[in-house]
């Protein structure tokens, strides 16, 4: 469905399905599931692009761009956004893979 979508620097063995991106939006949305939405705040303040890869987003992808925290806490969110990172899943995924992912995809606050 979105074909437009690719990375800059794409690895490999690291390419996904759209079953896994969209497993993966999912999985990123549920960690954002916050009362006052930052996400909008930090893409606000960032802009529409990957910290890490640098790839840059539209209204018709933006669901891939997700917000990091820094410091792995997800109630630390100042309003100047120097907690957040925006992420595309691909950079979000591999940022999380660094650390025990099952753990905090299970609700666990810590993302080391
Ligand atoms: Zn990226
Ligand atoms: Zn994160």
Redesign the pocket.
Known sequence: MSPSFRPRKPQPGKVKTQEELDALVRRMKS?QAAPDNYRQRSLKLHGWICAKCGREFELDNLHLLTV??RDGNHHNNPPDGSNWEN?CVYC?DD??SRTILADYLRGSEK?T
């Open positions: 960690e990091h925290h992420l979000h940022e999380h993302e």
